[in-house]
């Protein structure tokens, strides 16, 4: 009671980020029912690492533990970075990731709305970069798999890398839709045979379009909520759709069609809950649009001619390099301010 | 006639608690024993006393007047004696006293002769002298005199008179109970200010959630004689701040740092309109207020209130506080300030006191760090940046500050309000203003300090040259003057200046005192060196050695 004003209204950083994770649900249900159970196994991992990292963390920087952990911030990182990993990926290339993410991504630079990258993305780059093999070796869909794996093979896997006699890692395992076109197109193969192969579904990867599906109808609920506004997904969509469009249009043969780019690989997880992390982004609406329209033409960029299958993590990690610039340069007009 | 409204960005709909203290009449308060009057109850000078205590002092009576253009003058409420002239405690959020006048009442309420203005047959300038003699000044809580603001300007002349019925924090009351009550006579201050303004066009502007005042006041219009156009704006907080006001009904932005007249504009409170005709027409100078009294008390509504009358007694007359009572508002939940004390008078700026309990205004949870959501910036009415500013407040960028408008933030609370990291940010952005101002006056002190010093060693300079001009001239005239006397004078100066030396020697700063002893006898035999060096120097007169040497 000593200063105004002395009302506010209900928000907080906790209800923020629950809902936040309220709106993976629907992304996690598609995931769990199209490739099997293991990604709870992975996101378990995950959210335990995060949270006990965060609070030794918080106790040796000599913060306030609980209302730290409490705001949930360190779940929302664990789970991105869970599912931006392959579901049967081994439990130490989980705990590493989420390691890295929450120690050096966020509290070595101080902690909650200190980071100035994105920590799930940081994770994610560290795993990509040093373990290359196991983080493009995908499962295929259900549907697709060759055998498919109980809740306690898919545990037993993860933790032991012991698969049940008789099966092989091809069985379950595929190359995902981006790696396999890259590789194809490298192969000179016709776009037409390429899109036929059985890894494609109608709009991006079989199974996985489903799933991004299910992220988009999460994002619209963010936005719903206003805890994100449209312009980062919008522009992040658009600049992805148009540049891939523009060389859809010219050269079909050798370039995939912008659905494939919005429904392949981890677009909209990116689009709604990857780019519109506020700590690590920019806050002018200009700016907003600016960087997340870069973010999708970097990872078109990336796709189409990088060294790695999906760009999304290299090209939201370079936008939050130009993050300050952005912003000192897209300031709003201010009431009763000449435009500047 | 419809006008098409415009938007501002942002705002926020806060909880309004408006019904608590709306729908009951307007209670006149019994006059008190004692009143206490602060001469400092609007914006500018403090007004100039002109009575001593122990003076018999009837109703309405001129007590202080206005010193300067930005002033205005203090009244009687009652009839009385002066009973004491002293600094006391006021309504105010920094919470030091200031000078008052106490008024014992005499229980007569005895007026002084009033006599209401023809104010078509004076001159204007008349007119807003006289409203200046009768302590108009903003009712809307700004109390910036009026009569400065009703002055014809032929550089920047009044298009539209603004009468802000908005009263857009939440618990207020007021204004809406004037405008359902007294809507007529609201009219008739209104009509006296475009007049005195000659503005062709006038809207009153009242937000939406009032339609009972918004009746009342299009019913009023319609009998008047000039064209009136009450407008209905949205509610929206802060929709009541005047540039906000003036941008919803006209489409227009006052510039920064410029007043509403730049762009042909004039913003009055309605309350203030009153006063001015309870003035003009009746002769009665500015002595009472409505004011609204809610939150946790037992009977919430609105009170016509002797100015200085104790702000305990107020909240008695409202039924009294409950017992969880923890504190009181002047002002709103978004822009008010607790009050130092109870034991303060009610001033021209009281437009609300709020008993306030924890169930209302909960302890904020503490605050964490800025996540960057820029929630505060989508609802930030004058579409600033205020992560950005909070930032600079808080890492004391100041000139950063400045450089992203914080001098143009209004301090409405928007930011706060929506805040989901609870960070006070508007007392970092009063940190940072208040910063700057204080950084700009303590340069501009050190400014003139250093031109006065160069001034004065140009003066010094200058003085020297003219006495040497002068002691060369008498020289010059009188060469016949005995060298015996030139030698003495000579081993004078040479003496003197030995002892000069000496002096500056003992009290030239040192900087290597906190030294530990090795290094300061090291910086004693530098000093002997540098000492022998000089000396030797213009005898050895070799000053190609002495380069090398160095």
Avoid at chain 2, 112 to 132: N, T
Avoid at chain 2, 223 to 245: C, D, F, M, N, R
Avoid at chain 2, 510 to 530: M, S
Wanted: proline fraction near 7%; charged fraction near 20%; glycine fraction near 8%.
């Amino acid at each position: 009671m000593s200063a105004p004003p002395y009302i506010t209204g209900n928000t907080s950083v906790s209800m923020i980020m629950l809902k936040v994770l309220l709106a993976l649900v629907p992304g996690i249900i598609a995931y769990v029912w199209l490739f099997g159970s293991g990604i709870l196994i992975t996101l378990a991992l995950a959210s335990v690492t995060a949270l006990a990292s965060e609070a030794l963390m918080l106790k040796l920087r000599r913060r306030p533990i609980w209302p730290f952990l409490s705001d949930n911030s360190a779940l929302v990182t664990a789970w991105l970075l869970a599912l931006a990993l392959p579901p049967l990926a081994p439990w130490w290339l989980v705990v590493v990731g989420t390691l890295f993410a929450i120690v050096v991504a966020k509290q070595l630079y101080g902690g909650l709305g200190y980071n100035p990258f994105n920590p799930a993305m940081i994770g994610y780059a560290v795993l990509l970069i040093s373990f290359p093999v196991i983080m493009t070796q995908w499962p295929a869909p259900l549907e697709l798999a060759q055998a498919k794996l109980s809740f306690s093979d898919q545990l037993a896997y993860i933790f032991g890398r012991v698969l049940p006699v008789g099966v092989q890692l091809d069985a379950i395992s595929t190359a995902t839709p981006l790696d396999y076109l890259k590789t194809q197109l490298k192969l000179e193969h016709a776009m037409a045979d390429i899109r036929h192969a059985p890894v494609f579904g109608v709009l991006g990867a079989k199974g996985g379009e489903i799933v991004a599906g299910a992220y988009l109808l999460g994002g619209l609920y963010l936005v719903q909520q206003r805890i994100i506004t449209w312009h980062i997904p919008a522009a992040f969509l658009g600049g992805l759709a148009a540049i891939s469009g523009i060389f859809f249009v010219i050269d079909p043969q050798h370039y995939v069609s912008p659905a494939f780019h919005l429904f392949g690989g981890a677009a909209m997880l990116c689009a709604f809950f990857i780019a519109t992390d506020p700590v690590s982004g920019p806050t002018t609406p200009r700016g907003k649009l600016i960087f997340a329209a870069s973010i999708g033409v970097l990872t078109w960029v990336i796709r189409a001619y990088g060294g790695y299958p999906d760009g999304v993590a290299f090209a939201v990690l370079l936008m939050n390099l130009c993050v300050p610039l952005i912003d000192a340069y897209t300031q709003p007009r201010v009431f009763g301010h000449e435009k500047s | 006639m419809i006008s098409r409204l415009f938007k501002f960005n942002g705002g926020v709909h806060p909880p309004q608690h408006k019904l608590e203290s709306a729908n009951t009449p307007i209670v006149t308060v019994p006059m008190p024993r004692r009143l206490v009057l602060p001469l400092r109850q609007h914006v500018g000078n403090i007004s100039k006393l002109q009575v001593a205590v122990g003076d018999k002092i009837l109703k309405g009576q001129l007590l202080a007047i206005a010193d300067g253009m930005i002033s205005a003058a203090v009244h009687a409420p009652t009839s009385g004696t002066i009973a004491a002239i002293e600094a006391q405690l006021i309504p105010h959020a920094s919470g030091l006293p200031d000078l008052c006048i106490t008024l014992e009442a005499d229980g007569e309420d005895r007026w002084i002769e009033r006599q209401p203005l023809d104010f078509r047959a004076l001159p204007k300038s008349e007119v807003i002298a006289r409203l200046r003699d009768a302590g108009v000044v903003g009712l809307g809580g700004a109390t910036f005199p009026s009569h400065v603001k009703l002055r014809e300007d032929a550089r920047h002349p009044v298009a539209t008179l603004i009468l802000n019925g908005a009263e857009c924090e939440p618990y207020i009351t007021c204004d809406d109970r004037l405008m359902r009550e007294r809507a007529e006579e609201v009219v008739r201050g209104i009509e006296i200010m475009q007049y005195l303004l000659g503005a062709p066009r006038c809207m009153v502007g009242i937000e939406d959630n009032k339609p009972e005042a918004a009746a009342a006041m299009r019913a009023a219009c319609a009998k008047s004689a000039t064209a009136i156009e009450v407008v209905e704006v949205p509610t929206l907080y802060p929709g009541g701040g005047a540039k906000q006001l003036i941008k919803v009904l006209t489409g227009r932005e006052v510039p920064s740092g410029k007043l509403p007249t730049e762009i042909g504009v004039q913003c009055f409170n309605v309350a203030t309109a009153y006063t001015v005709h309870r003035f003009v027409n009746f002769g009665e100078p500015v002595i009472s207020r409505i004011v609204t009294v809610t939150g946790n008390v037992a009977h919430p509504g609105n009170f016509e209130v002797p100015l200085g009358l104790a702000i305990d007694e107020l909240v008695t007359a409202a039924g009294g506080a409950g017992s969880e009572t923890n504190g009181y508002i002047m002002g709103g939940p978004m822009m008010g300030f607790n009050l130092p004390s109870i034991h303060v008078p009610v001033v021209k700026a009281t437009n609300c006191i709020i008993a306030s309990a924890p169930r209302m205004f909960p302890t904020q949870p503490p605050a964490l760090p800025c996540i960057r959501c820029t929630r505060c910036a989508d609802a930030c009415p004058v579409n600033l940046q205020p992560q950005e500013l909070y930032w600079f407040a808080k890492s004391q960028n100041l000139e950063k500050a400045r450089d992203y408008n914080v001098f143009d933030c209004i301090e409405c609370g928007c930011c706060n309000y929506v805040c989901p990291s609870h960070i006070p940010l508007v007392q970092y952005y009063r940190f940072a203003k208040s910063e700057i101002i204080a950084q700009d006056k303590a340069k501009q002190a050190a400014n003139l300090a250093r031109e006065r010093n160069e001034f004065r060693l140009a003066r010094i300079e200058r003085e020297k040259q003219e006495r040497a001009a002068k002691h060369a001239q008498r020289a010059a005239g009188a060469k016949t003057e005995s060298s015996e006397a030139d030698e003495a004078k000579k081993a004078a100066i040479a003496a003197a200046m030995e002892r000069a030396k000496a002096q500056k020697a003992e009290v030239s700063p040192k900087n290597t005192e906190d030294l530990p002893a090795a290094a300061q006898a090291e910086v004693a035999a530098i000093d002997a060196r540098r000492a022998e060096t000089t000396s030797e120097q213009p005898e050895a007169g070799n000053p190609v050695q002495e380069k090398q040497e160095n």
